[in-house]
């Protein structure tokens, strides 16, 4: 099992930044993709970014060039820096670990985080 747990999320204007973090623990060896997805009013969960084990990312068209995806293995942690919000980024954010490419797939979840951006 994995835990996952976020901060950070919060009420911003437009253009401002937020930092969010997720705290990992448990059986975190067994897991290779650390990511954020988010989850918008009305709207299916979407991928964000993803950071592998070895340090490769992955980012949604919407984020690149606002957003940065980072982890600290030494303090358990990884982040979503976010930059130049928008009033579409507001959503519940999500961070996810799942192993990929071997069986069995796993696929946690943290309970999320509001991030809501004002115009």
């Known amino acids: 099992q994995v835990q996952l747990v976020e901060s950070g999320g919060g009420l911003v204007q437009a253009g401002e930044s937020l930092r969010l973090s997720c705290a990992y623990s448990?059986?975190?060896?067994?897991?290779?993709?650390l990511g954020w997805y988010r989850q918008a009013p009305g709207k299916q969960r979407e991928l964000v970014a993803t950071?592998?084990?070895?340090?490769?990312?992955n980012y949604a068209d919407s984020v690149k060039g606002r957003f940065t995806i980072s982890r600290d293995n030494a303090k358990n942690t990884v982040y979503l820096q976010m930059n130049s919000l928008k009033p579409e980024d507001t959503a519940v954010y999500y961070c996810?670990?799942?192993?990929?490419?071997?069986?069995?797939?796993?696929?946690?979840w943290g309970q999320g985080t509001q991030v809501t951006v004002s115009s």
């Open positions: 950071v592998t084990n070895g340090g490769s990312t």
């Open positions: 996810n670990a799942e192993r990929r490419g071997m069986a069995p797939r796993l696929n946690y």
């Open positions: 448990g059986s975190i060896f067994s897991v290779n993709v």
